[in-house]
Structures are given as structure tokens and as C-alpha cells.
């Protein structure tokens, strides 16, 4: 998942241009914040950086998961859209592959990101569950279109795979420099679920 930046879907057009600079502020500020420092730095430090007042921040992004959502939310649309395209692809098992290698490397994109999706994709409440329900229904095609053509053991489900990959992409952000890892732990969690 590449960083967002605002799209003419999440900004309100009749926002004044005062308003939408300061979103834009924020975005900006909160992308370089989290990328030093993780989906958990100080939502003080962004309206900081942004050069706004925590108030303005909490007017555009009322919850973390608000902004998160804004931040990567695209990203999940992207993989939606990755999944239906893969769903025509001649291998399943690949299909299933590429499309959970594109979503640990997206849950790398700031620290701290895999365990704020996994959060998500269980609490209804956060703002970026509709993104990541819809994600994880994505999923769930691909397999269920894996394990139809036998390459996938029929008992591991969506959220099985998901919660591995998430693992998957923890476990590369903690061991910062081993760029090989994440193929690597995807290889052998690809080789356990096999039918």
C-alpha cells in the first residue's frame, strides 16, 4: 500500500480552502510522524508538525483510526481491486500468493500498521474496519478460488491467512534490513497451507 494522499472521495467539496489546506496539512505531517515514529506517535507531535492546533487535527480526524484510515485506507481499495483482477489469473495458488505479499508489504508502510489492521479488521467500531472488511472479503475470494482447485488445504480460512501475514509483516519490521524475510516466511507459510 503506497501512502495516500486525499482524494476528491475523502475531502467534503464544500469544505472551505482554509479547512481543506489544513487536511492537507495534517495528512502530510501525519505521514512523515509515522513514518519516524509509528501509528502510535503523538497525535500533538502531527498537529505540531502540521503547524495546526490539536483541535483542528481532532475537527478533520476525530479517532487515530481516522487518520490511519485516510492514510492507508486507498491501499485496501487497491488490494479489493488487486483481488478481482487476480481472480482471472491461470494459477489460484499464485493469484492467492502475489495478492498476500502486496498485503504484508502494505502493512509495512508505517510501524506499528499490522497490528492497527488486525485491530480493525475486529473492531466494527474503528474507521477502518469497512476499509479492512472489504479487504479481508477480498481475501476470501482468492482463497476460497485456491482451495476449489485443491491447492490450498480446505480448512485454513481468511482469517487464518490474514493473521499470518500480519505476523508475517511484523516480523519483517522488526528485523529491520532483511529484505528477503518477508518472501522468505511467505514461502514457508505458503508451503503449510498447501493441499
Known amino acids: 500500500m503506497a501512502k495516500a494522499a486525499a482524494t476528491p472521495a475523502t475531502t467534503d467539496p464544500a469544505m472551505r ?9 495534517v ?16 497525535l500533538r507531535d502531527v498537529a505540531r508538525r502540521a503547524g495546526v492546533g490539536i483541535g483542528t487535527l481532532y475537527r478533520h480526524f476525530p479517532t487515530r483510526e481516522a487518520l490511519l484510515e485516510a492514510l492507508v485506507g486507498h491501499g485496501f481499495d487497491r488490494l ?51 476499509s479492512c472488511a472489504a479487504m479481508r472479503a477480498a481475501g476470501a475470494r482468492l482463497l476460497a478460488r485456491a482451495q476449489e482447485a485443491g491447492s490450498v488445504r480446505p480448512d485454513v480460512t481468511v482469517e487464518e491467512l490474514l493473521t499470518l501475514a500480519a505476523a508475517i509483516a511484523w516480523a519483517s519490521e522488526q528485523s529491520r ?12 507459510t505458503v508451503q503449510g497451507i498447501q493441499g
Open 177 to 188: 534490513g532483511r529484505t528477503d524475510l518477508t518472501d522468505r516466511l511467505l514461502s514457508l
Open 80 to 130: 479489493n481491486s488487486t483481488a478481482r483482477e487476480l481472480l482471472t489469473a491461470a494459477s489460484p495458488a499464485d493469484a492467492l500468493v502475489s495478492w498476500l505479499r502486496d498485503f504484508a508489504a502494505g502493512t509495512t508502510t508505517y510501524h506499528g500498521l499490522p497490528a492497527s489492521v488486525m485491530a480493525a479488521v475486529h473492531d466494527e467500531g474503528s474507521r477502518l474496519h469497512a
Open 27 to 42: 495528512l502530510t505531517a501525519a505521514r512523515t510522524v509515522f513514518s519516524e515514529h509509528g501509528t502510535d506517535a503523538s
Open 17 to 25: 480552502a482554509d479547512a481543506r489546506r489544513n487536511r492537507e496539512r
